[in-house]
């Protein structure tokens, strides 16, 4: 810190500078003041209260705070907010229906039991929900489904109802 002359102050210095963002959420344009080292993981559960995106590691392993930025599946714990405004983001919150009814994903996972504590299910859904939507081929067969979802971790379930789910979603969605 500048030490001052006798007589004169020395300027403050913030200790959390702050920018503006707008991003969208969900189909709503957000704008807010946040610190510039404001993760966007933080900002969406905690000044959004969109508290369906999860905080796992911290690290970006383990997948559970998985969100659509610009439609590919992204690490909110690894992204800025900062870095966010401009875009488009998605969370498991834009899924479902106002009326309650489950995308088709969403649906799978339940019908084939395909979580247990829950933890990862909304990171994990975003990527399978990502890759749907890309419009890119799938590899469905089991191994495929693997690679795919390798990014996201479940300590729970042991995947095998995860990949049924993924493979019963691929039945119900339209192609690309």
């Not at 946040?34 to 369906?52: A, K, N, P, Q, Y």
């Not at 890759?131 to 489904?145: A, R, T, V």
């Not at 979802?149 to 109802?161: A, F, P, V």
Request: net charge negative; with cysteine; glycine share 10%.
């Amino acid at each position: 810190m500048p030490r001052a002359r006798p007589g004169t102050s020395v300027p403050s210095v913030s200790s959390d500078p702050r920018a503006r963002v707008s991003i969208t959420i969900n189909g709503e344009l957000v704008e807010r003041e946040v610190s510039i080292r404001m993760l966007l993981s933080d900002f969406l559960r905690h000044e959004l209260r969109l508290t369906g995106t999860h905080v796992g590691c911290e690290h970006g392993v383990c997948g559970a705070c998985t969100v659509l930025i610009d439609g590919k599946a992204g690490r909110s714990c690894l992204t800025l907010a900062v870095q966010a405004s401009g875009h488009e983001v998605r969370t498991i919150e834009s899924l479902a229906a106002e009326d309650g009814t489950l995308h088709p994903i969403q649906a799978a996972f339940q019908d084939c039991h395909a979580l247990q504590c829950g933890y990862c299910t909304p990171g994990m859904i975003m990527n399978i929900v990502g890759m749907f939507e890309s419009g890119e081929p799938l590899d469905l067969s089991d191994e495929g489904i693997r690679l795919a979802l390798s990014g996201n971790l479940c300590r729970c379930t042991g995947y095998q109802n995860i990949v049924a789910a993924v493979r019963k979603a691929a039945e119900s969605l339209p192609a690309g």
